[in-house]
């Protein structure tokens, strides 16, 4: 699994224990998804779910869910169901990514990718049963919530995941490999949907699930696709700086793509500089909630300071 321990990091708030709060988190996290996916049959695709599914990562989607409607005054029972489905929805969507038709990529956190070990047809049935398992999880599992922020919180999640959101993002991702001349419109596009969208689901439903004000939504709203946009600029320079060993997957991909990136347009450390301003805006939408918005905080820091 990819770690807690494994940060170059100190959160900005010294009175909060990021490192031990992630490390139990992933924990919580870990054992939620392994029962929310059993094995079943046919044995094969439920194997090859869950092998893509615990395979590891950083867990930060789920744990951006929980700590949002903790410190709206939820509980991590109301928002575990929805947490686990933004993991879910996450894997498919690297699944899929991985795939020689997108992507091509062998490896994934750190092991071969789900088509290197299944085969493509298996991968793509995984990452559509995953898909479509979110939302059951999410609609058959939830308690002790009102149905209509369950209903609220299945509109903007499906929303996030189709032509306006990651799918669209894909797409114009796509579109632009190979392209030296793609604007910074369009860049910030393709990662404001393929990546920022569900980063923002995380954040908005784990509000939602708390009964939070229209006012509170819109300022995480805006916090998460602040982080969303960090995210990825951050996710451009690791591309180019860190190793596979650290990355879990080919380094120097963009590269090697001819991706116009944040780094190619910028620079690493301009890149690095706008990240953080990104960062510092986020936070401050934060600012109403006081003490409660301290994991929130540290999350945001750990975007920009992450090693993989
Ligand atoms: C959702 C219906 C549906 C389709 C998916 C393939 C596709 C359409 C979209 C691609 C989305 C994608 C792979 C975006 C990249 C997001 C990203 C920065 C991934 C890395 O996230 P980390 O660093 O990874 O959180 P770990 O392994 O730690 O979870």
Known sequence: ???????????ESPTFELISYLKERQKLCE???????????????????????????????PILCLATCEMLGGSVDMAMPTACAMEIIHTMS????????????DYRRGKLTNHKVYGENIAILAGDALLAFAFEHIAAKTQQVPAERVLKVVAHLAKACGADGLV?????????????????ETLDYIHTHKTGALLEAC???????????????????TYAKNIGLAFQIIDDILDITATQEQLGKTAGKDLQAQKVT????????????????????????????????????????FITSRNH
């Open 94 to 105: 690297l699944i899929h990514d991985d795939l020689p038709a997108m992507d091509n990529d």
């Open 31 to 61: 054992k939620a998804l392994d029962i929310a996916v059993p094995l079943g049959y046919p044995d094969k695709i439920y194997e090859s779910m869950r092998y893509s599914l615990l395979a590891g990562g950083k867990r930060i989607r």
């Open 168 to 184: 669209g993002g894909q797409v114009v991702d796509l579109e632009s490999e190979g392209k030296t001349d793609t604007s910074l």
């Open 1 to 11: 699994m990819v770690a807690a321990d494994n940060l170059k990091i100190t959160s």
């Open 203 to 221: 954040v908005v439903c784990g509000g939602v699930i708390a009964g939070a004000s229209p006012e509170n939504l819109q300022r995480l709203s």
């Open 262 to 301: 944040y780094p190619s347009l910028w620079g690493i450390e301009e890149s690095q500089k706008q990240a953080q301003k990104l960062i510092d805006a986020a936070c401050e939408e934060l600012a109403p909630f006081g003490e409660a918005a301290k994991p929130l905080i540290a999350l945001a820091h």
